[in-house]
């Protein structure tokens, strides 16, 4: 069961540009949602996160926009670098509410930052 | 301040046999959790560990296991290697419950 679904898969922009990479999620227990980075040969980086008592989150030139009722959460990155190229995953746990720190991931979006 | 540390980084193994990956998490950090990477599984949860306490565990058959030490370090173990384990193996860190977790660069394991 993928309890948190993560699209599109792949995502080309041109610098300078917005990319949006959109996550689902099922369990309304889930109370902590956070984005990950992941360079080829690396760690997953963690970027920004947001808990459900805010609609948005913003870090530089990350953005997270949180709609609690549409089960829905998404990450803008403004003036997309060819730097950025690299995979984001965003992931849902359920830490203050019993469930540990046990991470449930979406299935990745590949960024391609074209100049 | 040091961040999650991973050993080894690479490791070759032959099926059958076992494999012993550590973690050493961020100071002061004390629950650990590991997961596993693959291309067609993605990242999947295998357990997480808090003061030395097993306190989730994944859909991972019992060849896989792990502990935690009192300073908070952790091993994971697998038994009796199947050329499906071979994946990228990442443990996180985190201060508490519902923290920040932070990865290491993770341990590539290819099973022969």
């Known amino acids: 069961q993928q309890q948190v679904k993560q699209s599109p898969q792949s995502l080309i922009v041109q610098k300078g540009g917005i990319s949006i990479i959109n996550c689902a999620y099922e369990?309304?227990?889930?109370?902590?949602f956070p984005w990950y980075q992941q360079f080829p040969g690396k760690g997953p980086a963690l970027l920004i996160a947001i808990r459900p008592d805010v609609s948005e989150k913003k870090e530089g030139r990350f953005t997270i926009s949180f709609n609690k009722s549409a089960k829905q959460f998404s990450l803008h990155i403004m003036d997309s670098q060819p730097g950025d190229s690299a995979t984001y995953f965003c992931?849902?746990?359920?830490?203050?509410?019993?469930?540990?720190?046990?991470?449930?991931f979406g299935t990745g979006t590949q960024l391609k930052v074209e100049l | 301040k040091a961040g999650v540390t991973q050993t080894p980084r690479y490791l070759i193994k032959t099926r059958g046999q076992q494999v012993t990956l550590s973690c050493s998490p961020i100071?002061?950090?004390?629950?650990v959790s590991w997961y596993q990477q693959t291309p067609g599984q993605g990242l999947q949860f295998l357990f997480e560990?808090?003061?030395?306490?097993?306190?989730n565990k994944g859909n991972f058959p019992g060849r896989f296991s792990g502990r935690q030490f009192s300073n908070s370090r952790s091993e994971m173990n697998v038994s009796t290697l199947e050329l499906g384990d071979s994946a990228l193996y990442l443990c996180a860190s985190s201060l508490d419950r519902g923290a920040e977790a932070f990865f290491g660069q993770g341990t590539r394991l290819t099973v022969v």
């Open positions: 369990n309304t227990a889930f109370d902590y």
């Open positions: 100071s002061g950090h004390r629950s």
């Open positions: 992931a849902a746990s359920r830490g203050l509410t019993g469930g540990g720190n046990k991470l449930t």
């Open positions: 560990y808090f003061s030395e306490t097993q306190r």
